[in-house]
């Protein structure tokens, strides 16, 4: 009974220093859209052209939700305390979305509703998403593939931004990586809805 109650005793000082998961960041980031649809505008596949977007795939490095730092041409860190609400690629599908839509005066389906609608699709990877800490830049790097709609040829172009940050820090990562996703979305837009 004795060498019972040591044993329970040595282990809880250890009880304080066990953890089943990283400790959470303060909060989560997100991207803000500088191109939302209208509240309450009715769109109609009939009287404008229709797209499905697709999540694009993305290299490990941008596949979770923590940000990437290119320290050196070869090494990538993570910023510290910087966390995505879910992984870049939805964020960045969700903003393309949105872009087209109020841009590119296009409606954008689900690939379900796409079925019954022949449409254009936007396919493509997410390759940069993260920042430089050489030259102190959040980089966004998307190479898209658009298939029009009634068409089998596939278009690919290459969009990227580059958007100064004041640190390498979870405060600067999400505003200036929000800034330079507005900015290929808004290019992205532009492309897309050309004849």
Same mark, same amino acid.
């Given at each position: 009974?004795? #060498?019972?109650?040591?044993?329970?005793?040595?282990?809880?000082?250890? /009880?304080?220093?066990?953890?089943?998961?990283?400790?959470?960041?303060? @909060?989560?980031?997100?991207l803000e859209t500088t191109a939302a649809p209208a509240v309450g505008a009715q769109?109609?596949?009939a009287a404008a052209r229709s797209i499905t977007i697709q999540v694009p795939s993305?290299?490990?490095?941008?596949?979770?939700?923590? =940000?990437?730092?290119?320290?050196?041409?070869?090494?990538?860190?993570? =910023?510290?305390?910087?966390?995505?609400?879910?992984?870049?690629?939805?964020?960045?599908?969700?903003?393309?979305?949105?872009?087209?839509?109020?841009?590119?005066?296009? =409606?954008?389906? @689900?690939?379900v509703q796409s079925i019954a609608d022949p449409s254009a699709t936007l396919a493509?990877?997410?390759?940069?998403?993260?920042?430089?800490? #050489?030259?102190? %830049?959040?980089?966004?790097?998307?190479?898209?593939?658009?298939?029009?709609?009634?068409?089998?040829?596939?278009?690919?172009?290459?969009?990227?931004?580059?958007?100064?940050?004041?640190?390498?820090?979870?405060? @600067?990562?999400?505003?200036?990586? #929000?800034? /330079?996703?507005? %900015?290929?979305?808004?290019?992205?837009?532009?492309? =897309? #809805?050309?004849?």
């Amino acid at each position: 009974m004795k #060498s019972k109650c040591l044993l329970i005793a040595a282990a809880l000082p250890l /009880a304080g220093c066990i953890s089943f998961g990283a400790k959470p960041p303060p @909060s989560l980031m997100t991207l803000e859209t500088t191109a939302a649809p209208a509240v309450g505008a009715q769109q109609n596949s009939a009287a404008a052209r229709s797209i499905t977007i697709q999540v694009p795939s993305t290299p490990a490095a941008i596949a979770a939700t923590r =940000v990437p730092v290119q320290t050196t041409a070869t090494t990538i860190a993570y =910023v510290k305390d910087a966390q995505w609400a879910e992984p870049p690629a939805r964020l960045f599908a969700r903003l393309l979305a949105d872009t087209v839509t109020a841009r590119g005066n296009m =409606v954008v389906l @689900s690939t379900v509703q796409s079925i019954a609608d022949p449409s254009a699709t936007l396919a493509g990877e997410l390759r940069g998403f993260g920042l430089d800490a #050489s030259s102190r %830049q959040a980089i966004v790097i998307y190479d898209a593939a658009l298939t029009r709609a009634g068409k089998d040829t596939v278009e690919k172009r290459r969009f990227e931004a580059r958007v100064p940050v004041d640190a390498i820090d979870a405060t @600067s990562a999400g505003p200036a990586l #929000s800034r /330079a996703a507005n %900015q290929v979305a808004g290019e992205v837009a532009a492309w =897309v #809805s050309a004849n």
